[in-house]
């Protein structure tokens, strides 16, 4: 008994110990939206005993409260946005663990004839020249950053009614595009998983920007010692291990594999030993 309540004395005196396998990342809508944490987690709870509590904004966003201190990892899909909180001290050990592809999506009739581009350039070219109604998220996430730099690639400043900025989530700009038979770019997980397509329909894919990647950066303890950062490493081995990009792979909406792995651990597999990622 008195081991016992001496343990207690140590356990209480000791911060953090109570909730060191409690873990809160900083994350993407699109992630949350397609259904991945929801599959993945309780996975990664029944391995490991880490609860991860996730906090669903845009990219930007996510990385803000990463940089105040208010996660413990952050999980989001802009590169340089990603690299520019490493080297500002802000995070440590970035890590490779997936991706996947954007998309534009509009109404299968495409009055934008953009299912005929040859190019996301020329993708959205046509989209400025027929001014048809494009739903911008205008949150400065991920995607946002992205599609910015779609127009800018096409030499276009989007202004007037036919563009829309909502300032919301990937599953908002998808409701409002399908009420209004309006485009979107999308990331590939979030339109697969997405109930309300009404007219929608993937009209252009597979030019080699649209690439879509996700990276998981770990809070700096010298900036913040009050972050689980024990938790957090533990958290990104099991993320980046073979067993846990396997179960990356093997989170599907109606069949179809919404994101493939990519860590450099399970890269080091031989390429038989890796399951097939969709073209």
């Not at 950062?229 to 179809?256: K, P, Y």
């Given at each position: 008994?008195r081991f016992c309540f001496a343990l207690a ?57 990463a940089q105040n201190g208010d996660a413990d ?149 010298d900036r913040h010692d009050h972050v689980r ?51």
């Open positions: 008994m004395l140590v356990l209480c005196a000791v911060p953090g110990v109570a909730t060191e396998r409690t873990l809160t990342l900083a994350s993407t809508t699109s992630t949350q939206n397609s259904g991945l944490y929801d599959y993945l987690l309780p996975i990664l709870k029944d391995e490991t005993g880490i609860d991860v509590q996730v906090v669903a904004v845009g990219t930007g966003q996510a990385l803000r409260i990892a952050v999980m989001v899909h802009h590169r340089t946005s990603e690299d520019a909180f490493v080297s500002g001290g802000h995070g440590v050990d970035r890590r490779d663990v997936m991706y996947n592809d954007f998309v534009i999506v509009g109404p299968a009739v495409d009055p934008a004839g953009i299912s005929l581009a040859t190019s996301v350039r020329d993708a959205f070219e046509k989209l400025a020249e027929g001014q048809v109604i494009f739903i911008s998220r205008g949150d400065d996430s991920g995607t946002h950053k992205r599609e910015q730099e779609f127009w800018e690639m096409a030499d276009v400043e989007p202004s007037g009614s036919w563009y829309r900025e909502i300032g919301s989530g990937m599953g908002a700009a998808l409701n409002m595009a399908s009420v209004t038979d309006g485009y979107t770019l999308s990331d590939r997980g979030t339109w697969l998983s997405f109930g309300n397509k009404g007219n929608l329909t993937i009209l252009f894919s597979a030019d080699p920007p649209l690439f879509n990647p996700y990276g998981l950066i770990l809070v700096n303890p950062h024990n938790t957090a490493l533990q958290f990104a081995d099991w993320l980046t291990s073979v067993r846990g990009q396997l179960a990356i792979a093997g989170f599907r909406v109606a069949g179809e594999q919404l994101f493939c792995p990519n860590s450099e651990e399970f890269l080091s597999l031989p390429q038989d030993q890796r399951p097939p990622c969709p073209d």
